[in-house]
Nanobody, 122 residues
Framework: QVQLLESGGGLVPAGSSLRLSCAAS????????MGWFRQTPGKERESVAA???????NYADSAKGRFTISRDNAKNTVTLQMDSLKPEDTGVYYC????????????????WGQGTQVTVSS
């Protein structure tokens, strides 16, 4: 099993930045691809970004140019730097792990954190 713990959410005005972190523990050698997803009430969970152990990345169109995902394998952490935030970025952000490819599909991930709320005011 892998446990994931997110941190860094909050309430910020549009145009500002936030940095989300996710710490993995347990059988971290199985984490393979890690990613970030977000969800708003009434909507399906949508992918934001993913990163492999080697550092290859994949971003949803909504995140390209504004968000940066990074990973520290030694510390078992993954970070999402979010810049130029928009009100539509509001949601609960989840860290996920265990996918085998960089495909941005929630069904491919085995492990999930509890989520951290991000609210961007207009």
């Amino acid at each position: 099993q892998v446990q994931l713990l997110e941190s860094g959410g909050g309430l910020v005005p549009a145009g500002s930045s936030l940095r989300l972190s996710c710490a993995a523990s347990g059988r971290t050698f199985t984490t393979n691809v890690m990613g970030w997803f977000r969800q708003t009430p009434g909507k399906e969970r949508e992918s934001v970004a993913a990163i492999s152990r080697s550092g290859s990345t994949n971003y949803a169109d909504s995140a390209k140019g504004r968000f940066t995902i990074s990973r520290d394998n030694a510390k078992n952490t993954v970070t999402l730097q979010m810049d130029s935030l928009k009100p539509e970025d509001t949601g609960v952000y989840y860290c996920a792990a265990g996918a085998l490819t960089l495909a941005l599909a929630a069904r491919t991930y085995n492990y999930w954190g509890q989520g951290t709320q991000v609210t961007v005011s207009s």
